[in-house]
């Protein structure tokens, strides 16, 4: 059983930087995946993806939204990931969620999320 905790939101004013860490709880178990990736989720809409990287090399992936502005990363000894959110915007405002995806299943292990909010 793996579950992830996501941390780091908080309210920040446009323009600003927030940096989000996701820690994977294994219960001593080693931590399998093949990728991690960030979505997020605003009130009344759908969750989407934000970015996503490999766990064991490649390099990441970003939605257009975010591309210039965000960037992920990941420390594989100590089973974490990160996003470094630059240069915030209004619309970047949701609840951010951290996930992990095995080769050939869907995104999994969702977490409580943790709320980013950006004022104007």
């Known amino acids: 059983q793996v579950t992830l905790y996501e941390s780091g939101g908080g309210l920040v004013q446009a323009g600003g930087s927030l940096r989000l860490s996701c820690a994977a709880s294994?219960?001593?178990?080693?931590?399998?995946?093949?990728?991690m990736g960030w979505f997020r989720q605003a009130p009344g809409k759908d969750r989407e993806f934000v970015a996503a990287?490999?766990?064991?090399?490649?390099?990441?992936e970003y939605a257009d939204s975010v591309k210039g502005r965000f960037t992920i990363s990941k420390d594989n000894i100590q089973n974490r990931v990160y996003l470094q959110m630059n240069s915030l915007k209004p619309e970047d405002t949701s609840v951010y969620y951290c996930?992990?995806?095995?080769?050939?299943?869907?995104?999994?292990?969702w977490g409580q999320g943790t709320q980013v909010t950006v004022s104007s």
């Open positions: 996930a992990r995806k095995i080769r050939g299943s869907d995104w999994s292990g």
């Open positions: 294994t219960s001593g178990r080693p931590f399998i995946t093949d990728a």
């Open positions: 990287i490999r766990w064991n090399g490649g390099g990441p």
